[in-house]
């Protein structure tokens, strides 16, 4: 399990796992005050959380599910990366997709974050690729 080091600005602990197989650490708003996102708006909201990651990985924001299914408040560019050489403070586009306007509410859990390991490619520039079974079939072209 590598380590990540953290300054937390936020008046809140530190992420964690809500359970012990849980893949994500939740992710609070930091706000003064309570915050109205109205049908399709979309909001930067703060966490006071600044990491390193560490080479090799990526820290992905995720939506959280029940703030999705019941509120539909969700991540707009789900997963957001953040790279391992970004120090700044992780922050997460919210947007409102359900017809009714929601509060948020200072300290509220908006998001997950999930690290994963990561690869970079070298590029092997060719003229042709290997044939496969799906060739260039695209969007939809595996059925239902």
Do not use: C
Not at 24 to 40: H, K, N
Not at 101 to 123: C, H, M, T
């Amino acid at each position: 399990m590598p380590k990540v080091r953290i300054i937390n600005k936020s008046p809140f602990e530190l992420p964690r796992y809500a359970t012990a197989f849980s893949a994500g650490v939740d992710l609070r708003a930091v706000i003064t005050s309570e915050v109205s996102i109205a049908p399709l708006e979309r909001k930067v909201v703060g966490t006071g959380i600044k990491i390193a990651i560490p080479e090799g990985y990526e820290a992905q924001v995720r939506p959280r599910s029940g703030l999705s299914a019941k509120h539909g408040i969700t991540v707009l560019n789900s997963p957001g990366t953040i790279d391992a050489d970004y120090r700044g403070e992780i922050a997460v586009i919210l947007v409102n997709i359900s017809s009714e306007k929601y509060i948020l509410n200072p300290g509220d859990r908006i998001a997950q974050l999930v690290f994963s390991k990561v690869e970079q490619v070298k590029w092997d520039l060719k003229n042709d690729l290997d044939k496969t079974s799906r060739g260039d079939g695209g969007l939809g072209s595996t059925g239902k």
